[in-house]
């Protein structure tokens, strides 16, 4: 559940485009001790603690810098388990492209086909699938409906719901009940209420429970061994960090969200895993593991999203994003829920991977009017991080020769631009928040 800093409240784009290019991006084998400075220098911009994982054919890194617990003094560790938020929207992509290739599944027919009791009448015979798993459906998000006091300028429901388990029809009622954002196909809105319903598409298709359908069809065959749907326990298994959530100065200090109830994220946000899980699964999907060719391409297929300037932030597919780094284009996705942020990206031809978690999350700062993030050098340092990950001697230098050979300070931050390609909150403040007496 998120999106791209340069993109919220809502980015719209026009229509279908051709596939981004899929040749390698170019690097180099990690360079372990540049990249576990640059991890230091993303927890001394602020970030509490930050594990990761990179992987360049046979070669890896894995390392962490900062705390994973506040109070105990505990330091993070790279094999965390952490809740990956809208990362979890490819594996349920995955999934209905599976299913698309058994025949089950027609991406351009009506979601009203499948669950007409779910997104009835007009609606459910003009959205279809392919527009909820590109996020061109108009469908609203859930997230103002399922948190009620963010719409009032208050986080009192994150700790009221904290426990709350919710169904995912209730949820798809909140985003449903909404009016349309846009006539559907014609614009571009994230919404998570798009991926609750695809895991109601699968459900009705398979006979089957969406999230064990996902551990059965995607999970397992790939081999990751950390990753699962937590259901209703708040628990996450294994070592973990505290998961701090700062809502843009609002929750001061920061407050541990951890412990949560995940069912109002689902198949659009729920999952649990590690960075090095990540890095596998990307590595298996795009180098052709779990699709046919034929729904792999549907999959890369995208349309640009574009920011509050015009220009094309990243674009968009079916359950993943391709966006445009120092050394060419790489796909994947971001996620971010209560406390935890993550970010997991790959090569176009699953070489070379590169995952991050973070457990301090909207750290940044809000304009006046409530609807832009201000720079905050946390932003540039983790770019900094992605590109070096991805993209090694290939990433631009630092204007000082010797900075390769010291820590990592990152720029001046009032010298910063919002950055247009940062991994975003899963809910931005709703729409009107900067008129409700924050």
């Given at each position: 559940?998120?999106?791209?800093?340069?993109?919220?409240?809502?980015?719209?784009?026009?229509?279908?485009?051709?596939?981004?290019?899929?040749?390698?991006?170019?690097?180099?084998?990690?360079?372990?001790?540049?990249?576990?400075?640059?991890?230091e220098?993303?927890?001394?911009?602020?970030?509490?603690?930050?594990?990761?994982?990179v992987?360049?054919?046979?070669?890896?890194?894995?390392?962490?810098?900062?705390l994973?617990?506040?109070?105990?003094?505990?330091?993070?560790?790279?094999?965390?388990?952490?809740?990956?938020?809208s990362?979890?929207?490819?594996?349920?992509?995955?999934?209905?492209?599976q299913?698309?290739?058994?025949g089950?599944?027609?991406?351009?027919?009506?979601?009203?086909?499948?669950?007409?009791?779910?997104?009835?009448?007009?609606?459910?015979?003009?959205?279809?699938?392919?527009?909820?798993?590109?996020?061109?459906?108009?469908?609203?998000?859930?997230?103002?409906?399922?948190?009620?006091?963010?719409?009032?300028?208050?986080?009192?429901?994150?700790?009221?719901?904290?426990?709350?388990?919710?169904?995912?029809?209730?949820?798809?009622?909140?985003?449903?009940?909404?009016?349309?954002?846009?006539?559907?196909?014609?614009?571009?809105?994230?919404?998570?209420?798009?991926?609750?319903?695809?895991?109601?598409?699968?459900?009705?298709?398979?006979?089957?429970?969406p999230?064990?359908?996902?551990?059965?069809?995607?999970?397992?065959?790939?081999?990751?061994?950390?990753?699962?749907?937590?259901?209703?326990?708040?628990?996450?298994?294994?070592?973990?960090?505290?998961?701090?959530?700062?809502?843009?100065?609002?929750?001061?200090?920061?407050?541990?969200?951890?412990?949560?109830?995940?069912?109002?994220?689902?198949?659009?946000?729920?999952?649990?895993?590690?960075?090095?899980d990540?890095?596998?699964?990307?590595?298996?999907?795009?180098?052709?593991?779990?699709?046919?060719?034929?729904?792999?391409?549907?999959?890369?297929?995208?349309?640009?999203?574009?920011?509050?300037?015009g220009?094309?932030?990243?674009?968009?597919?079916?359950?993943?994003?391709?966006?445009?780094?120092?050394?060419?284009?790489?796909?994947?996705?971001?996620?971010a829920?209560?406390?935890?942020?993550?970010?997991?990206?790959?090569?176009?031809?699953?070489?070379?991977?590169?995952?991050?978690?973070?457990?301090?999350?909207?750290?940044?700062?809000?304009?006046?009017?409530?609807?832009?993030?201000?720079?905050?050098?946390?932003?540039?340092?983790?770019?900094?991080?992605r590109?070096?990950?991805?993209c090694?001697?290939?990433?631009?230098?630092?204007?000082?020769?010797?900075?390769?050979?010291?820590?990592?300070?990152?720029?001046?931050?009032?010298?910063?631009?919002v950055?247009?390609?940062?991994?975003?909150?899963?809910?931005?403040?709703?729409?009107?928040?900067?008129?409700?007496?924050?």
């Amino acid at each position: 559940m998120a999106l791209l800093a340069g993109l919220a409240p809502a980015a719209n784009a026009a229509g279908e485009g051709p596939p981004a290019a899929h040749a390698a991006v170019a690097g180099r084998h990690p360079d372990r001790a540049q990249l576990q400075r640059r991890l230091e220098a993303i927890h001394e911009a602020g970030i509490y603690g930050v594990y990761s994982a990179v992987r360049d054919g046979r070669a890896r890194f894995d390392g962490a810098a900062g705390l994973a617990d506040v109070s105990a003094g505990l330091a993070a560790r790279p094999d965390l388990r952490h809740r990956v938020g809208s990362v979890t929207k490819t594996f349920t992509a995955v999934a209905v492209l599976q299913q698309s290739a058994k025949g089950r599944v027609g991406l351009d027919r009506p979601v009203g086909d499948y669950v007409p009791e779910l997104l009835p009448g007009e609606r459910g015979r003009k959205v279809t699938v392919r527009m909820l798993l590109n996020h061109t459906s108009g469908i609203d998000d859930y997230i103002g409906g399922a948190f009620p006091s963010l719409q009032t300028g208050t986080t009192g429901s994150l700790d009221d719901h904290r426990f709350r388990t919710v169904r995912p029809a209730e949820l798809i009622g909140y985003g449903v009940g909404r009016p349309q954002l846009f006539e559907p196909g014609t614009g571009w809105a994230y919404a998570n209420t798009n991926y609750v319903l695809l895991g109601e598409v699968l459900r009705k298709v398979t006979g089957q429970d969406p999230e064990r359908l996902i551990t059965q069809d995607v999970i397992r065959p790939t081999g990751l061994r950390d990753t699962y749907f937590p259901g209703a326990d708040p628990y996450i298994r294994g070592p973990h960090a505290r998961m701090y959530e700062n809502f843009f100065g609002l929750i001061d200090p920061p407050r541990d969200y951890s412990a949560y109830n995940m069912t109002w994220a689902g198949t659009a946000g729920a999952l649990v895993s590690t960075p090095q899980d990540l890095n596998t699964f990307y590595r298996a999907l795009l180098s052709g593991n779990l699709l046919p060719r034929r729904q792999l391409d549907e999959m890369r297929t995208t349309i640009d999203v574009k920011d509050e300037t015009g220009a094309v932030a990243l674009r968009y597919g079916l359950g993943i994003y391709s966006l445009d780094t120092p050394c060419g284009p790489a796909w994947g996705h971001d996620g971010a829920v209560w406390g935890a942020g993550t970010w997991a990206l790959s090569s176009p031809d699953g070489a070379r991977q590169f995952a991050i978690g973070y457990n301090l999350m909207k750290y940044q700062r809000l304009s006046e009017d409530g609807t832009v993030l201000l720079p905050h050098p946390a932003d540039a340092a983790l770019i900094d991080y992605r590109d070096r990950s991805l993209c090694g001697t290939t990433a631009p230098r630092a204007s000082d020769p010797a900075a390769d050979n010291r820590p990592a300070e990152g720029p001046d931050p009032r010298a910063l631009p919002v950055p247009r390609a940062l991994p975003r909150v899963d809910a931005m403040p709703p729409r009107g928040w900067a008129s409700s007496g924050r």
